[in-house]
């Protein structure tokens, strides 16, 4: 299984890009990229999902280096509706077994 | 829009109580998973199933039990009751093909007493 690694926590002020770096060294060829969003007391939220290189929409953009061990997610101008619990998750939906949530990264802006 | 819900957002239960929690989707996905998440252990796979009547065993199986009769519906059913389940429980699905995400509910919050 590809476990992840992130950071615990993170803070950052309104305004600011933040960068949260994912950590996936035994991804295996199939599995593709994934981050959610979780806010308090609701169910995770899909933001964005990446095989390689970069991706981008209205809401981040993920990094994606060659050798796919790693992965960025990029949040531009964050607000304090950032505030959240942002997971990093690999693997292959066919499969549901495949797909390990780590303990995520707990984002905090501040004003 | 996809639309995950469940059938309770809180439960209070005691130990030793059958408790069922269902989960219906309306987006004819094949996918659909159960999820307990507990402070500082993320989100862990509890079982999930593929197709109607098929389920496997995700990381942590033992104490709960599944049933999927129809496609929209999954039920995670806790045989005996017991204080460490106390968590959230989320369920989600997915369509089957190989990157599709997981859409999730809005999570039912269960105590054992």
């Known amino acids: 299984l590809a476990k992840t690694t992130q950071p615990i926590s993170m803070d950052s002020y309104e305004g600011q890009e933040v960068n949260i770096t994912c950590s996936h060294n035994?991804?295996?060829?199939?599995?593709?990229i994934t981050w959610y969003q979780q806010f308090p007391s609701q169910g995770p939220r899909f933001i964005i999902q990446?095989?390689?290189t970069k991706v981008t929409n209205e809401v981040a953009s993920l990094f994606i280096p060659a050798d796919r061990k790693s992965s960025t997610l990029s949040l531009p101008r964050v607000s304090l509706s950032d505030t959240a619990v942002y997971y990093c998750l690999v693997g292959d939906s066919n499969y549901g077994q495949n797909f390990v949530f780590g303990p995520g990264t707990r984002l905090s802006v501040l004003p | 829009d996809v639309k995950v819900t469940q059938s309770s957002r809180y439960l209070v239960k005691r130990t030793g109580e059958k408790v069922f929690l269902e989960c219906v989707q309306d987006m004819d996905h094949e996918n659909m998973f159960w999820y307990r998440q507990d402070p500082g252990l993320g989100l862990r796979l509890i079982y999930f199933s593929y197709d109607v009547k098929m389920k496997e065993k995700g990381d942590i199986p033992e104490g709960y039990s599944v049933s999927r009769e129809k496609k929209e519906r999954f039920s995670l059913i806790l045989e005996s009751a017991s204080t460490n389940q106390t968590s959230m429980y989320l369920c989600?699905?997915?369509?089957?093909?190989?990157?599709?995400?997981?859409?999730f509910g809005p999570g039912t919050r269960l105590l054992v007493l």
């Open positions: 990446g095989y390689k």
């Open positions: 989600a699905s997915s369509l089957t093909s190989r990157k599709e995400t997981q859409y």
């Open positions: 035994n991804i295996a060829t199939n599995d593709y």
